[in-house]
């Protein structure tokens, strides 16, 4: 089925006119490839999907509602907030740097907003923008200590830590817990809007009729330069299996109440992430500085602005999500944004695939990480274990994903791959 490209035939693409890049072609000669990348280190995200799956049957093996419509639903749309959160996660680790302040972020940010909303009478767009700019407001302020005086990030982060959670604490004041009210957009749209059965098949349709027409589009740009196109049957036969894995997800969490607004507005910014990062300078840069920053100051990248923008993005996120948690928990409180939130949304970047020394990583690894540890979280509740073993069991996989990374980054090195 396979066949090895002939160099001598003609023409023969720029990107694999050396002998080295020659590809092999037809199914033979994909396997091929990919089972040449697993060797090199180039793992992906199948160790994270290949986990999920072992979690799901394990958990499904001793409680059946696990798997249930219902329960695949919750999961969701309790991932969503905390998974906006480690978006921003996602972009400090590319770097190889880190915020260990998101979570105290996120909780003055929502209660700044509760406080705006429910004590001072403002609107509900005011408080949430005002609670977004204090998050921009405060990336901002890490990039100038990090980039004017050197502070490192694990340093001014953790005292931001401290310093946000006693702002926190500060702002709700004597009251101690602020309740949104209860016809409160914010409320309706975390909690209890759904897409219905026509809306999420027509988002579905234009998902894959994008992802095909992206692929398609890549194809010919790259014919046009003289360079290697994408493997069409590959394109093809992932577009059937979107569209077969999306469709039967639609209709099977339909049973109960569907795709959650607030899991569509998460997998939407997962995916302008991707694109902002995969296909527009900026996301170039911050995985060139992320790479060797000597190097890309070198070639002229403006490594200064790279480092501002991707912290005030990650705090503008901690505040997002601190936002749609409140409106999901109807409430603000003093513990709101504590450790768990803050370690959570760290180890969902980590477990997820982004690597802690900076360079890679995909936008999608907050997605895939939240998931995991909101299926651990959710399936030992139903086994009414104690949250004791939870943060054991937590704490055993992100090891276990740190390992991983550890040993890929290794043999990547050592196969001459990066």
């Given at each position: ?151 490192p990030s694990f340093v001014f982060s953790l005292a931001g830590l401290l310093a946000f959670q006693g702002a926190l604490l500060y702002v709700l ?14 409320r309706e749209f975390a909690r209890d809007r759904f897409l219905s059965d026509v809306q999420a098949y027509a988002l579905l349709a234009i998902v ?112 997002l999500g601190g936002i749609l948690l409140a409106g999901q928990l109807t409430s603000v409180s003093q513990s709101s944004g504590t450790t768990d ?78």
């Amino acid at each position: 089925m396979s066949s090895t490209l002939d160099p001598t035939s003609s023409p023969v693409a720029a990107d694999v006119a050396d002998e080295r890049l020659i590809q092999g072609r037809g199914l033979g000669g994909l396997v091929s490839a990919g089972w040449s990348r697993l060797r090199g280190g180039e793992l992906g995200a199948l160790p994270v999907v290949f986990g999920l799956a072992i979690i799901s049957l394990v958990f499904y093996s001793q409680e059946a509602t696990f798997l249930s419509s219902r329960n695949l639903v919750s999961i969701t749309q309790f991932a969503a907030p905390v998974g906006v959160i480690s978006l921003g996660i996602v972009l400090v680790l590319l770097l190889g740097e880190i915020d260990l302040s998101v979570g105290s972020v996120s909780g003055f940010a929502a209660a700044s907003m509760a406080v705006l909303v429910v004590d001072k009478s403002q609107s509900l767009v005011v408080g949430m923008l005002v609670g977004v700019l204090i998050g921009t407001a405060i990336g901002s302020f890490y990039a100038l200590l990090y980039t004017r005086i050197g502070v490192p990030s694990f340093v001014f982060s953790l005292a931001g830590l401290l310093a946000f959670q006693g702002a926190l604490l500060y702002v709700l004041g004597d009251q101690g817990t602020i309740v949104l009210p209860i016809d409160s957009g914010l409320r309706e749209f975390a909690r209890d809007r759904f897409l219905s059965d026509v809306q999420a098949y027509a988002l579905l349709a234009i998902v894959v009729a994008v992802y095909v027409g992206s692929q398609l589009l890549a194809a010919r740009r790259r014919r046009a330069a003289g360079l290697t196109p994408p493997n069409l049957l590959l394109v093809a036969v992932k577009g059937v299996l979107l569209l077969g894995g999306l469709g039967f997800l639609t209709y099977y969490l339909g049973i109960d109440r569907g795709w959650g607004y607030l899991f569509v507005l998460f997998a939407a910014l997962v995916v302008a992430m991707d694109l902002v990062l995969r296909k527009t300078r900026w996301g170039r840069h911050v995985y060139a500085v992320g790479g060797n920053e000597e190097a890309a100051r070198r070639s002229g990248i403006k490594v200064g602005r790279v480092y501002f923008s991707v912290f005030a993005a990650a705090s503008t996120f901690a505040a997002l999500g601190g936002i749609l948690l409140a409106g999901q928990l109807t409430s603000v409180s003093q513990s709101s944004g504590t450790t768990d939130t803050n370690l959570t949304a760290i180890a969902a970047a980590v477990i997820g695939g982004t690597s802690l020394f900076g360079g890679r990583g995909t936008a999608y690894s907050a997605l895939l990480g939240i998931m995991v540890l909101q299926a651990i979280q959710n399936g030992l509740n139903l086994m009414n274990v104690d949250s004791s073993v939870r943060f054991m069991v937590t704490g055993a996989v992100l090891l276990l994903a740190v390992a991983i990374d550890s040993v890929s980054r290794r043999v990547r090195s050592s196969s001459g791959r990066g």
